[in-house]
């Protein structure tokens, strides 16, 4: 599988063009809305598991709104998987402390901190690349750019995202001619890998520069422009108002814990 089709760059450039009623909601708004589901996300003590479930409400229903395969994000989301796993990986061999039981196996406070750790990282991830997949980097950029962030950073941010397709392609083109020269032999050395990562960065630099002197003639001055004006809806105003309201009662109550008592009332 080469390299450009494993980050599926340009998958989520076809997403953003999508045309459904999540990717009609303003750039503005959904950014706002994902700032906040962020914040409340992580506001949750270290070993919060049920409190967080509710919150999964918020990347299924954009899924669902904005159809937006489940596959594309799980391969995203699974690239970055062994840093999440990483930062809580030793919790469960330092804190041994016993903190709930269920039936005969007792729970550790170190196993709830790592399950909470891949429950957040599942979720801020998730809602990260949705915001990307139902909007569109370039109307997201000029959002971000509408809502105060200095123009130079946006421009930075949406050139790191263009330059991914680049490096996709310069780097698939690269494995393939090492598979067309290697005989089929899968097993190189490391310092042929080495060199071919030295390569892609000469590669890429000097791409760059004939994309930046291709910019400037072209009369390029740092400044983004929009070729459709931004305008704020009731609906628009409607969806992060709604959002935010579920965020701060999933929030301040247990939600998952206040259905499972009224679940087992009814059934005793």
Known sequence: MGLDKWLEAHRMDELGRLDTP????????????????????????????????????????????????????????????????????????????PVLVLGPVAVSGGWLSFASILIRFVLTVGAALLLVACTGMHRLCAGLERLGVPRVLVVQ????????????????????????????????????????????????????????????????????????????RWADAAFAGAWVLFFVAVRNWNLAACLGRLLTKGLS
Do not use: C, W
């Open 22 to 97: 999540l990717h009609r909601i303003d750039a503005r708004m959904k950014t706002l809305t994902a700032l906040v589901f962020v914040v409340v996300v992580m506001s949750f003590p270290r070993g919060a598991v049920s409190a967080l479930m509710p919150l999964f409400l918020y990347p299924l229903a954009l899924m669902r709104l904005g159809a937006i395969p489940p596959r594309v994000l799980l391969r995203k989301m699974l690239f970055a998987a062994p840093f999440a796993v990483a930062v809580g990986l030793f919790n469960p061999v330092f804190d041994r402390q």
């Open 157 to 232: 941010l949406l050139f790191l995202y263009r330059y991914l397709f680049l490096i996709a392609d310069e780097g698939g083109r690269m494995l393939r001619g090492m598979e067309l020269r290697s005989a089929g032999q899968r097993r190189l050395r490391f310092r042929v890998y080495g060199s071919l990562v030295g390569h892609l960065l000469l590669r890429s630099l000097a791409r760059a520069e004939r994309i930046y002197k291709a910019m400037l003639a072209r009369g390029f001055d740092g400044e983004m422009r929009a070729m459709a004006p931004m305008r704020l």
